[in-house]
C-alpha cells in the first residue's frame, strides 16, 4: 500500500541556522509533490508544489527538491526564525488518474529557539 | 473574507448522538473535500465533490453522508456518533486540476463523550 513517511516528528534547531525536513515514499509514483505548513488549531497552508519533472524550487526562504529515484523530497528553510516554528506536511499528488485525491504524511514539528 | 469557512469549530456531543458540519468556500473552486485528522496528526481523506458531484468516497462507515447543496458547500452529517469519531475534521477546497493547491479550513474539532 501507498506510504508516506516524514523522517522525523519534531526537529527543534536554532534561529538563523537552516532547516531540512524529509519526506520519503514508497509504492506510489506521484506526479507532484506538495508541501504545506500547519499551526495549532489551524488548517494546513499551502507552501510550494513540485513536479516530477523538476529537480529543485525555491520561493523566497524556502527550497523543496524532488527526486523521483531515490523517492525522496527534502523541504529546506534558510535562515530560520521562530516564527517557522509549526508543523509542515508533504503531500503526493497523482495527477489526474488519482481523481484529485491527496496523499498527506503526518508531518513534522519545526521548533526554532532563539 | 475568508476562504474556507466550516462551522462549528468545536463539537462536544454525546455517544450515538447525529451531528452536521458546515463548509463554505467563496474561492469559486468547483472541488471540495472533507478530510479526518487523528491524535497522530494524520490527515485522510474522506470524500471530495466536484461540482455537486461525488468523486472520492474512502472506506468510510456509511454513517457518514456528505451533501453538496452547490459547488460552494459541502456539508458533512455524522449519524449515531462513536467514541472513535473523535478528531478534527478538515474542510478543503481546489479547482479540478492534480496540481492545484487545497485551500483548508480551520478545522471543527469532534469530541464524543
Known amino acids: 500500500s501507498q506510504k508516506i513517511e516524514q523522517n522525523s516528528e519534531a526537529l527543534n534547531i536554532q534561529e538563523g541556522k537552516t532547516a531540512t525536513l524529509t519526506c520519503n515514499y514508497t509504492?506510489?509514483?506521484?506526479?507532484?509533490l506538495q508541501w504545506y505548513r500547519q499551526d495549532p488549531g489551524r488548517g494546513p497552508v499551502f507552501l510550494l508544489l513540485i513536479r516530477e519533472n523538476e529537480k529543485e524550487k525555491r520561493k523566497e526562504r524556502l527550497k523543496v527538491t524532488f527526486d523521483t529515484t531515490l523517492k525522496q523530497s527534502l523541504f529546506h528553510i534558510t535562515a530560520s526564525q521562530p516564527a517557522d516554528s509549526a508543523t509542515y506536511l508533504c503531500?503526493?499528488?497523482?495527477?489526474?488518474?488519482?481523481?484529485?485525491?491527496?496523499?498527506f504524511g503526518s508531518g513534522t514539528r519545526l521548533s526554532i529557539r532563539p | 473574507d475568508t476562504a474556507v469557512s466550516q462551522t462549528p469549530k468545536y463539537l462536544v456531543t454525546q455517544m450515538g448522538n447525529d451531528k452536521s458540519i458546515k463548509c463554505e468556500q467563496n474561492?469559486?473552486?468547483?472541488?471540495m473535500y472533507w478530510y479526518k485528522q487523528d491524535s497522530k496528526k494524520f490527515l485522510k481523506i474522506m470524500f471530495s465533490y466536484n461540482n455537486k458531484e461525488l468523486i472520492i468516497n474512502e472506506t468510510v462507515p456509511n454513517r457518514f453522508s456528505p451533501k453538496s447543496p452547490d459547488k460552494a458547500h459541502l456539508n458533512l452529517h455524522i449519524n449515531s456518533l462513536e467514541l472513535g469519531d473523535s478528531a478534527v475534521y478538515f474542510c478543503?477546497?481546489?479547482?479540478?486540476?492534480?496540481?492545484?493547491?487545497?485551500?483548508f479550513g480551520d478545522g471543527t474539532r469532534l469530541s464524543i463523550l
Open positions: 509504492n506510489y509514483s506521484p506526479a507532484y
Open positions: 474561492l469559486g473552486h468547483d472541488t
Open positions: 503531500a503526493l499528488d497523482g495527477g489526474y488518474s488519482s481523481a484529485s485525491k491527496i496523499i
Open positions: 478543503a477546497s481546489s479547482q479540478w486540476q492534480s496540481n492545484q493547491p487545497q485551500h
